[in-house]
């Protein structure tokens, strides 16, 4: 993994704690969770205050996630809301996250210059035993404490305050006028400077989880899908009637359900030739071909010609699988204006020529979703699927590992946003 980290593939972009206060109110955090102290002098975070160098000094990486539900999170500064999440057991931490960053940018900004936030991204289950526990959770909700008692403090000022406005004989209660002075040192003048989040509750609709070896749901109005091993708990059992369960093994299956939904693009010129995708997962499937039979072959740069002309070579090896054949005669009938009949193709070739449509709202989970089928296609795996991507990366050669880190260190993080855009947009 050192590769990974030198690269600034895994745990890239966090947040350093080293400032003294900081440092102690993160501490402070951490015992209100039943948690011991740090006793580290610098470390990084990310967007929910989880410490990859925390969570090595515990021995434990689910410190702030235990049992895989209802996510504990630290915040010590606004800052934290550009960062991102590198250990979630839902696909949709990050972006509850951001919903709640965003939502409560004028109290989350008060409360951590003099205090430090911490919580739970509560649900209604507290252990997932089975899908259906998964199944069950519909909305969550952000219970938010401080140290300091600031919110507290804020909620008893605020009562007091209209207690003055509202009772005539309010204002000769010495004790209540004292301990209002007294909190207003701490808090502030609440009238302009709001300190409680506003609003904490938020949908939990289509996500991937990592209970039960990976499992996507998908919601639309009147069902639900589960896509999963059918040897996860609970598939299958729970309400038959009203959820779909399909097994993640049966490309045909899962194909026809993200098609029929709208939730992918099948082969189409114009995407195709907008985006450059296809021609990518060219490059991709070529190298990772030679470098399955040339365990020493480098590759110093990618590229369109490089992997034609290796295909030219190695026409008897390129045809592995069927692969490189249909990219190719994809790209050509769709040049040609040519429709493509999917009735023809492989169901386990089917994803190797399509995207998620960037027009559903579910776009990113179906890229993670498709990137389970493309193992070669490291570039999506990273961008959508990052647990899957380090899973590949443990059982990669050196000489593979190498060169894929070296691809996304040169192109990916040259400009993310416009790859991204152009790849999958």
Same mark, same amino acid.
């Given at each position: 993994?050192?590769?990974?980290?030198?690269?600034?593939?895994?745990?890239?972009?966090?947040?350093?704690?080293?400032?003294?206060?900081?440092?102690?109110?993160?501490?402070?955090?951490?015992?209100?969770?039943?948690?011991?102290?740090?006793?580290?002098?610098?470390?990084?975070?990310?967007?929910?205050?989880? *410490?990859?160098?925390?969570?090595?000094?515990? !021995?434990?990486?689910?410190?702030?996630?235990?049992?895989?539900?209802?996510?504990?999170?630290?915040?010590?500064?606004?800052?934290?809301?550009?960062?991102?999440?590198?250990?979630?057991?839902?696909?949709?931490?990050?972006?509850?996250?951001?919903?709640?960053?965003?939502?409560?940018?004028?109290?989350?900004?008060?409360?951590?210059?003099?205090?430090?936030?911490?919580?739970?991204?509560?649900? *209604?289950?507290?252990?997932?035993?089975?899908?259906?526990?998964?199944?069950?959770?519909?909305?969550?909700?952000? /219970?938010?404490?401080?140290?300091?008692?600031?919110?507290?403090?804020?909620?008893?000022?605020?009562?007091?305050?209209?207690?003055?406005?509202?009772?005539?004989?309010?204002?000769?209660?010495?004790?209540?006028?004292? !301990?209002?002075?007294?909190?207003? !040192?701490?808090?502030?003048?609440?009238?302009?400077?709001?300190?409680?989040?506003?609003?904490?509750?938020?949908?939990?609709?289509?996500?991937?989880?990592?209970?039960?070896?990976?499992?996507?749901?998908?919601?639309?109005?009147?069902?639900?899908?589960?896509?999963?091993?059918?040897?996860?708990?609970?598939?299958?059992?729970?309400?038959?009637?009203?959820?779909?369960?399909?097994?993640?093994?049966?490309?045909?299956?899962?194909?026809?359900?993200?098609?029929?939904?709208?939730?992918?693009?099948?082969?189409?010129?114009?995407?195709?030739?907008?985006?450059?995708?296809?021609?990518?997962?060219?490059?991709?499937?070529?190298?990772?071909?030679?470098?399955?039979?040339?365990?020493?072959?480098?590759?110093?740069?990618?590229?369109?010609?490089?992997?034609?002309?290796?295909?030219?070579?190695? *026409?008897?090896?390129?045809?592995?699988?069927?692969?490189?054949?249909?990219?190719?005669?994809?790209?050509?009938?769709?040049?040609?204006?040519?429709?493509?009949?999917?009735?023809?193709?492989?169901?386990?070739?089917?994803?190797?020529?399509?995207?998620?449509?960037?027009?559903?709202?579910?776009?990113?989970?179906?890229?993670?979703?498709?990137?389970?089928?493309?193992?070669?296609?490291?570039?999506?795996?990273?961008?959508?699927?990052?647990?899957?991507?380090?899973?590949?990366?443990?059982?990669?050669?050196?000489?593979?590992?190498?060169?894929?880190?070296?691809?996304?260190?040169?192109?990916?993080?040259?400009? /993310?946003?416009?790859?991204?855009?152009?790849?999958?947009?």
């Amino acid at each position: 993994m050192d590769r990974l980290v030198e690269h600034k593939l895994i745990f890239g972009r966090l947040m350093e704690v080293s400032e003294k206060h900081l440092l102690e109110r993160y501490n402070k955090a951490l015992v209100a969770f039943g948690l011991p102290k740090t006793k580290l002098k610098k470390f990084q975070i990310d967007m929910t205050g989880f *410490s990859p160098e925390v969570a090595e000094e515990m !021995k434990d990486p689910q410190y702030l996630d235990p049992l895989g539900i209802n996510r504990r999170f630290i915040i010590l500064s606004p800052e934290q809301a550009s960062l991102p999440v590198v250990h979630t057991s839902f696909s949709n931490t990050q972006g509850l996250m951001h919903k709640f960053y965003e939502r409560n940018a004028r109290a989350l900004y008060a409360l951590t210059i003099k205090d430090v936030v911490f919580g739970e991204i509560e649900d *209604s289950v507290y252990e997932a035993k089975s899908i259906d526990d998964l199944l069950s959770i519909e909305q969550v909700q952000f /219970k938010v404490r401080t140290a300091d008692s600031l919110l507290n403090k804020t909620a008893e000022l605020k009562l007091m305050i209209d207690r003055l406005l509202k009772e005539p004989d309010a204002w000769r209660d010495d004790d209540m006028l004292n !301990k209002m002075v007294e909190y207003a !040192k701490t808090t502030g003048d609440i009238r302009t400077n709001r300190l409680t989040p506003q609003e904490v509750v938020f949908r939990h609709n289509t996500f991937w989880a990592a209970h039960f070896g990976g499992v996507y749901v998908f919601n639309d109005e009147n069902q639900t899908t589960v896509i999963s091993d059918v040897k996860a708990k609970g598939f299958r059992k729970s309400r038959p009637w009203q959820v779909s369960y399909l097994d993640i093994n049966d490309t045909k299956q899962v194909y026809r359900f993200l098609a029929e939904t709208g939730r992918i693009d099948p082969p189409r010129g114009a995407w195709i030739e907008g985006s450059g995708l296809l021609d990518r997962r060219f490059e991709m499937v070529v190298a990772w071909l030679a470098m399955q039979f040339n365990g020493k072959l480098k590759i110093d740069k990618l590229s369109m010609q490089w992997a034609r002309n290796w295909v030219r070579e190695n *026409s008897d090896i390129s045809d592995f699988e069927g692969l490189v054949p249909l990219l190719e005669r994809v790209k050509s009938e769709v040049s040609n204006w040519s429709n493509i009949d999917m009735d023809d193709i492989d169901h386990d070739h089917k994803f190797l020529i399509s995207r998620a449509n960037p027009e559903h709202e579910d776009h990113y989970l179906v890229n993670r979703l498709i990137s389970e089928f493309l193992p070669f296609d490291y570039l999506t795996l990273f961008v959508f699927n990052k647990p899957k991507f380090y899973e590949h990366y443990k059982k990669w050669s050196n000489n593979y590992a190498d060169f894929v880190v070296n691809q996304i260190s040169d192109t990916y993080f040259t400009d /993310k946003e416009a790859l991204r855009e152009t790849l999958y947009r």
